[in-house]
């Protein structure tokens, strides 16, 4: 599959769209962008860009029936009585709940039919098998359009923005057609918002040194996360997932670390790329990551890692059905119960269950995935209901749970729980990853490490030492920006020689140890298929 | 003043990064063409080892072109230097890369393509990676970052290995082709292999650097049951016709090469063997000398340390 990483991608279709971008005028150069973006498209799904083209028709004709019902809304809140207000409000709310619902059906509708309609079907033939009935259906298999599941959420959020009023219709059509089809964003995210994104990209500024410099600098990180790490680790990963049971709980618990590390470095090595693509072209998109391997607790994960979707989560399902109605008596209820502390718990747990399961199922159909998103719904709502706990317990003990030792012991558990979720998420189906899980506890040794077992995985001493320095690499990196400092920023007003010296040290750097050539097989974009 | 001031940067870096691609270069390279310095294909870069313009023709190709013609038995028994520069699972632009390295010492008057290489698919991406390996070889050889020596920091790639088999890969091993192979070997069939364009146009390219240094070429298929057709014989008798030069099939020539398929080869009628190679270089010999006249270097002097003296070693090695 063509990457972001790929030849094709850096050395043909970046420069070909830079100079196309740079030579038109200004006019000229969204819809270069936007045929650039449906070219991309076809070249990694086809035909199935028609599903793409459906969503945006679809999205389209909904935000503007939606802009009409609040324009009518409003002209007759203006002429309406003070009594009457109320009883329009919640008509023209029905009215465009309807629509939302169309657009929903339709996206999802696609969404469904397309990603999860052989894991439905398989599962009910199971179902049927266990309560004795003759009748199996046949289990379909679709060709799935790239990226997917990022443009049916980032299309959706349009949708739900403007019934938010958050922001305007957009009457253009090909404007949201660029934004929702925008190459970078199409195969890893992240799920930018119209409101931040669309005029950015449909006013396009010509390109400038500083952007240009400050994106490909951003672009080889990403390049360097994804070849030296991602792909370098990909044979052990692969080798470790599929043989497991022939290795002892250390060489288990080495392939969640390790499929943890490349999974991190190869997506937020892939949104680098991203990001520093369209910061080449003057167009800022937003963050996916923040550090996430700073976080202290699971929930504070989840706020630094895949950022977007988190967010689009938070907004689109977590708080709507927070603040529904029915949860709002149950939260009264239970809080008058249950005190003002786990009272809340209850209605938000009930609201998080929703957003985890959407979020297992959201990164595949399979039981491996929904379990993935119950497993941090376990974690995430047992670290709710222990803190007061925790708390009582280290006031009681004086411990000082402001102090570094502290903050990095919580690191570290925050780490290895997300390691164990990722080997549920890597791990060939459920029934393998309990596997994995029980061989990890049962048998927990760290023999393999001490015989060598570990350096027969298709990595050597030297890959796991590049591996190692390039982490190190990340983490400095990664401290410097938690403390505030822009990197990029600081070397920007470097003098011109020491600037082209960083350029070409980074080119070499990829060239030298980046694992590509006779040996290595690159790793397929993890979160391209989602 | 200002169009300069935005190009000097990218200027510069493009300069540094050369300049780094070049010493990186340097220090990953092999520093011989050896297993010990870490080169992956030492026996096919042998030739490099050899004295210039000492080596009249070239076989160029894949495996099956360095395990069919033994240039040690071709210079015992008529005389002819020569040297095997196939190399497992090979492309065309590697073939065209190796062309061009051959020609940078030597100049000799016949390159014998074997045709397998011909139908190996590759693409731009292969193509460009070669060529830019030809410019900048860390591109290549970057993994040996890991076996850095303190040598390797201190010497330069200079290659001194003479290979006693001459880029040959022998094998005693005889494993009997499989009858159902045997049975559809060269059936009769008017169709043609498709060839992909860059295939197409590599080959011409290689074809035009023959004719331009004034060398004889020659596409040559070796014998291979399993990966020999009609469809491939028509296909480079096409492409024979259409570049002006010979083709000869020596699958075709069953009298005068006669191949036991079960003794033969080494792997299932894949490749020759020892006894299978010895078939076709008694045929060869003399056949090269009458069609092109190459010349007879037994008893020359200058070839005694590299050639003669080296035919006991030869048989030794591969017995």
């Known amino acids: 599959m063509l990457s972001y990483c790929s030849i094709e991608y850096l050395l043909v279709f970046l420069p070909v769209v830079f100079l196309g971008y740079q030579i038109l005028p200004q006019t000229a150069r969204r819809y270069f962008l936007l045929a650039a973006s449906y070219g991309f498209f076809w070249y990694l799904s086809g035909p199935l860009v028609v599903w793409h083209v459906a969503v945006c028709l679809c999205v389209w004709l909904v935000g503007l029936r939606l802009q009409h019902l609040l324009d009518a809304r409003g002209l007759q809140l203006k002429e309406a009585e003070r009594s009457a207000r109320k009883g329009i409000r919640a008509a023209y709310a029905r009215r465009m709940s309807r629509w939302v619902i169309v657009a929903g059906v339709v996206c999802f509708g696609i969404l469904l039919s397309l990603k999860y309609t052989p894991f439905f079907t398989e599962n009910l033939n199971s179902l049927f098998r266990h309560l004795g009935l003759h009748l199996q259906l046949r289990v379909p298999s679709f060709a799935v359009p790239i990226g997917i599941s990022f443009y049916t959420l980032q ?217 993935f998103g119950m497993y941090h719904f376990a974690l995430i709502v047992t670290g709710n209901l222990l803190a007061p706990v925790v708390i009582g317990f280290c006031e009681k003990h004086k411990i000082n749970r402001r102090v570094f030792p502290y903050q990095l012991f919580q690191m570290i558990r925050t780490a290895i729980l997300v390691a164990i979720g990722e080997m549920f998420f890597r791990a060939l189906s459920l029934k393998h990853g309990l596997e994995m899980f029980m061989i990890m506890i049962r048998h927990a040794s760290v023999r393999s490490f001490a015989d060598g077992t570990w350096l027969k995985l298709g990595m050597d001493l030297q890959d796991y030492l590049i591996v190692a320095a390039m982490i190190v690499f990340v983490f400095v990196i990664s401290l410097l920006k938690e403390r505030g400092c822009q990197v990029r920023e600081q070397l920007y007003r470097r003098p011109v020689i020491v600037r082209a010296l960083v350029t070409a040290m980074l080119i070499s750097l990829v060239l030298l140890f980046g694992a590509y050539g006779t040996g290595y097989v690159p790793v397929d974009p993890i979160y391209a298929n989602f | 003043m200002k169009y300069l001031k935005q190009i000097l940067p990218w200027f510069l870096t493009l300069l540094l990064l050369a300049g780094m691609l070049y010493l990186l270069s340097i220090l990953t390279g092999p520093k011989n063409n050896t297993q010990e310095a870490g080169h992956d294909a030492w026996a096919a870069y042998g030739f490099e080892a050899e004295a210039p313009d000492s080596i009249d023709m070239f076989m160029l190709g894949d495996s ?223 056949w090269l000398k009458e069609q092109y006249a190459l010349e007879d270097h037994r008893g020359d002097p200058a070839y005694d340390a590299t050639w003669t003296d080296m035919y006991e070693e030869y048989v030794e090695w591969i017995s």
């Not at chain 1, 195969?187 to 669309?198: D, K, L, S, V, Y």
């Not at chain 2, 071709?74 to 390295?101: A, K, P, R």
């Not at chain 2, 091993?173 to 070997?185: G, Q, S, T, W």
């Open chain 1, 155 to 371: 299309a959706m959020s349009y949708v739900f923005d403007v019934q938010k009023e958050k922001l305007q219709a957009e009457r253009n059509l090909l404007r949201l057609t660029l934004w929702l089809s925008f190459f970078p964003l199409l195969m890893e995210g992240p799920i930018a918002r119209f409101g931040a994104t669309a005029e950015q990209i449909w006013n396009v500024p010509r390109i400038k040194g500083e952007n240009f410099q400050k994106g490909l600098w951003r672009i080889l990180y990403g390049v360097m996360k994804k070849m030296i790490v991602a792909d370098r680790v990909n044979t052990a990963v692969e080798l470790l997932y599929t043989e497991y049971a022939s290795y002892d709980g250390g060489m288990v618990f080495l392939a969640a670390v390790l499929f943890t590390v490349q999974e991190y470095l190869e997506f937020s090595g892939t949104i680098d790329i991203v990001i520093g693509t369209g910061e080449c072209l003057g167009i800022f998109l937003p963050e996916n990551f923040n550090q996430p391997f700073f976080s202290k607790t699971i929930s504070e994960f989840w706020t630094r890692w895949h950022i977007s979707l988190g967010a689009w989560l938070k907004d689109y399902l977590f708080y709507p059905l927070s603040m529904s109605e029915p949860l709002k008596k149950l939260t009264k209820k239970c809080r008058t119960r249950f005190g003002n502390h786990y009272g809340p718990l209850v209605t938000s747990s009930i609201a998080l269950f929703a957003v985890w399961l959407f979020n297992g199922l959201w990164h595949g159909a399979g039981w491996s995935y929904i379990f």
């Open chain 2, 64 to 286: 099956e072109s360095r395990t069919s013609i033994s240039p040690m038995e071709l210079f015992h028994n008529e005389g002819i230097t020569s040297y095997c520069c196939g190399i497992n699972s090979n492309i065309l632009c590697e073939v065209d890369d190796m062309l061009h390295l051959v020609l940078k010492e030597q100049h000799p008057k016949l390159i014998i393509l074997e045709c397998n290489v011909i139908f190996s698919p590759f693409d731009w991406k292969d193509a460009l990676e070669t060529t830019t390996a030809r410019i900048f070889p860390v591109i290549r050889w970057h993994n040996r970052w890991k076996t850095l020596t303190p040598e390797d920091f201190t010497s330069i790639p200079d290659y001194t290995s003479v290979e006693v088999r001459k880029g040959y890969y022998h094998s005693t091993y005889a494993d009997p082709a499989p009858p159902f192979l045997l049975d559809r070997y060269m059936e009769a069939s008017e169709d043609r292999e498709p060839l992909d364009g860059i295939n197409r146009w590599y080959l011409k390219k290689i074809a035009a650097t023959c004719r331009k240094q004034g060398i004889s070429l020659v596409l040559m298929s070796m014998p291979s049951v399993k990966n020999w057709t009609s469809l491939k014989h028509n296909t480079c008798a096409d492409l024979a016709a259409e570049l002006d030069i010979p083709f000869v099939d020596l699958n075709e020539m069953r009298e005068e090469i006669p191949i036991d398929w079960n003794l033969d080869t080494r792997d299932r009628g894949d490749h020759l063997n020892n006894d299978g190679m010895k078939k076709v270089c008694t045929w060869l010999g003399p």
